[in-house]
């Protein structure tokens, strides 16, 4: 019964059907296993690298459920999918490495602005005031005109970028 509903019997081990079926081959298996194996690497990655190789339902792959893979490595149910559905999609590279960010956010500040945030902040603080703060920096700037509005915190990155 199980044969039938999983597949075909490999050595008394039923293969399930899949959507995202992993079959890792030769050399792909033993790049994981010296990478698990050596241990020198995030632990993510190393995670990521026995799941695939939990989950290969290759010539001998261990081809064990998601369920199962989970409760042994001490994952969620769901990293496992999408690390399989990662492999399958887009490769072992992919599965294995965090992905960059896919969002870019557009400068608030212009080289000119920047330029004028430094020189005020190298300047002398308003009266009163033993040095500059971020929301002063910010307020002093709409006030200048420089920008019509700007945070203390988008102050305080282009500081941190360019100091």
Do not use: N
């Not at 995030?42 to 939990?54: D, E, S, V």
């Not at 339902?57 to 690390?83: C, F, K, M, N």
């Amino acid at each position: 019964m199980l044969a039938a509903r999983y597949g075909c019997a490999r050595g008394g081990v039923a293969l399930r059907r899949t959507k995202h079926a992993v079959r890792l081959s030769d050399e792909q298996r033993a790049r994981l296993r010296t990478l698990v194996g050596r241990g020198a690497a995030p632990a993510r990655r190393l995670t990521h690298a026995r799941i695939l190789l939990k989950a290969d339902q290759g010539e001998g792959g261990a081809a064990w459920s998601d369920a199962a893979i989970a409760g042994a490595l001490e994952v969620h149910p769901a990293t496992v999918a999408r690390v399989r559905q990662q492999f399958v999609a887009e490769g072992l590279d992919a599965a294995l490495d965090r992905r960059a960010p896919r969002r870019e956010y557009a400068r608030k500040l212009d080289g000119a602005q920047e330029a004028h945030l430094v020189a005020l902040t190298c300047g002398t603080p308003p009266a009163g005031r033993a040095r500059w703060s971020l929301r002063l920096l910010a307020d002093e700037l709409v006030r200048l005109e420089v920008v019509d509005t700007i945070s203390h915190e988008t102050v305080r990155q282009t500081l941190q970028q360019t100091i």
